[in-house]
């Protein structure tokens, strides 16, 4: 087997966050709340100076998403009760876990490739494959890879979200992104 080197992200150095987006008639001046994950873990491991035989897993807490914007205190409280107790259902589904099952590579310049990431999402319980692109940067000693995608969350089993007794209703969909740092292990 070829040199592999692994990479463990670095959580408070990078930025991991999940948009959530109002629908219907009150869209136009809801809110569409962005949450910032707090508490993940995960790493990248591949054949030195190439992306070969590339692997990435990340775990997220499901309980330290954080909402990023600025709102009362009482929306706050209420928009993150929805999400961990009626959306996400944190207590009962603590872990969100992404596990590669195949990484495509494409060098763009010296260090920079454009990657497609195919893989499978736990989320509330429910595993599906989930696949997006990134565009990584591979330097010494560090890593570092960006990109969004996005998921329905019906797909999950997960409810959607409404809030202020029905008025405002979230869409299925949502953005993920991410701008990920690794740090060289070992």
């Known amino acids: 087997m070829e040199n ?3 990479f463990v992200f670095d959580a408070k150095a990078s930025q991991l966050t999940i948009h959530a987006f109002a629908s219907g008639l009150v869209a136009v ?3 569409n709340p962005r949450f910032g994950v707090r508490d993940f873990s995960g790493e990248a491991a591949f054949v030195s100076g190439t992306l070969a035989q590339a692997s990435i897993r990340l775990s997220i807490k499901a309980n330290s998403l954080s909402l990023i914007d600025e709102v009362s ?3 706050l409280r209420e928009i993150q009760r929805v999400t961990f107790d009626e959306v ?9 876990v992404f596990e590669s ?7 763009v310049s010296e260090n920079l490739y454009r990657a497609t990431i195919m893989g ?3 989320l509330h319980g429910v595993t599906h494959e989930h696949n997006f692109n990134a565009q990584v940067v591979v ?6 890879g960006y990109g969004d995608s996005t998921l329905k969350q019906t797909d999950y089993g997960i409810q959607i979200a409404s809030i202020a007794g029905g008025t405002l209703k979230m869409k299925d969909e949502v953005k993920i992104a991410f701008f990920i ?3 060289k292990k070992g």
Not at 88 to 96: G, H, Q, V
Not at 101 to 107: C, F, L
């Open 139 to 144: 330097g010494e000693d560090s890593l570092r």
């Open 181 to 183: 740092i690794g740090r």
């Open 101 to 107: 099952s195949r990484v495509t590579a494409a060098k």
């Open 4 to 6: 592999q080197v692994r």
């Open 29 to 31: 001046v809801a809110h």
């Open 120 to 122: 499978s999402l736990m």
């Open 73 to 75: 205190e009482y929306d």
């Open 88 to 96: 996400l259902e944190s207590k009962t589904f603590p872990e969100i």
